[in-house]
């Protein structure tokens, strides 16, 4: 497995672009399952994640490939060892294809969906275009439990049957028919989920309680494209009028929120001046709040967001929120900077149980930080000290490679296939910004 090694100490300066967003471009893709047809996409990350996805959909029969469209798309895409690496040499095309017209089966098999989560979203698409389903229960982060029960309660609402199986989910429905239902608490892929099926149910399905997040009204002004009745997405109430049926639609993936708060992080803890371009500054508000009262400044420019950072970081309270509040995922980011803040920072996590596994590795590299419970406390100290240490999540990989920018000496992340599942070539991105920063190939 790769490495990624991090000499500390010097500040980032130039510019960089934000790709496109992960969280939004799975949805998007997956909804792709509910015409026949092909639909092309812009600004598609070249991800793992993606890449699961794309042999997901290669292996339920559909043509799956990237490109400008004069070569024959791919039927599928070949499985990577564990770990796998972006490739380097030339970059892989922004353009994602997918032509859905002739499925074969209607399966998600664990090999696939075990590392990733959000391959549960093909769900909801096949039940209500093919009337059945066999999706592994998704795997994905060990950030905490993140069960699927709202996504089984909300389809068997719609009137679909739920088993469990081996391990599987094996949904049937001659046809669902639109219904009222209340989330427990707001859930995006849950959400996004329901949203998909319900564009193909008889009659009106109202979601009470749905989360609010960019990437839901992504996935809502998609849908309005293929054809979809619906309203209100980004607000917690979205009613869908289903329709007999949806064509493929083109669309262009909005840019990628938590890259673009991680990029932020490193400059506000590496120090320096860096124009972010592509900086979706609307949908970073709780972020950029943050990042402000620990003495970053932000100017907007024509095309991104400029970035100056202070020599010490001011110390912050933050507790994490669904949108809008403070996300989750930039949780162990802020953490990284809050270690080397001038004074203590308290830190609240309220989304995932198990989001503070950095915390042991971070401590490897200097931080004081004592946890109890859901609560972390971080007394910033004057630097920190490059050491070896372990990802074990796709955001806890990219705080240490954060703290790594400002501890002296080497620090060496290892396990860094989970930095591959969500961020496009972050190294090579600060690299560009002058921070010395490589990537190890594994044995």
Known sequence: MDAIEIEGGLPLSGEVSVSGSKNAALPMIAASLLAPGRSVFQEVPDLADIRTLGRLLGHMGAKVGRGDGSEPISPSLPPPPRGEPIPVGQPASRTFHVDASNLEKAEAPYELVKTMRASV???????ARFGRARVSLPGGC??????IDQHL??????GAQITLEGGYVIATAKRLKGATILFDLPTVTGTEN?????????GKTVLENCAREPEIIALGEQLRAMGANITGEGTPLITIEGVDELK???ATVIPDRIEAGTLLCAVAIAGGDVLVKRAPVQHLEAALAKLREAGTSFTS????LRVRAPARPDAVDVITAPYPGYPTDLQAQLMALLSVAKGASRVVETVFENRFMHVNELQRLGADISVDG???VVKGVPRL?????????????????????RAEGKTTVSRVYHLDRGYEGLEKKLTSLGARVRRVPGN
Not at 194 to 202: E, G, R, T
Not at 301 to 304: K, N, P, V
């Open 142 to 147: 060990a950030i905490g439990a993140r069960p």
């Open 153 to 158: 309660k909300g389809l068997e609402a719609l």
């Open 374 to 376: 859901h609560t972390a």
């Open 194 to 202: 329901l949203m998909m099926a319900a564009a193909l149910a008889d």
């Open 121 to 127: 979203l093909v769900l909801g698409p096949l039940v």
């Open 301 to 304: 420019e024509s095309g991104g």
């Open 248 to 250: 493929p639609a083109n």
């Open 385 to 405: 000290s490059g050491a070896q240490v372990m990802a074990t999540d796709l955001r806890a990989s990219a705080s240490l490679v954060l703290a790594g920018l």
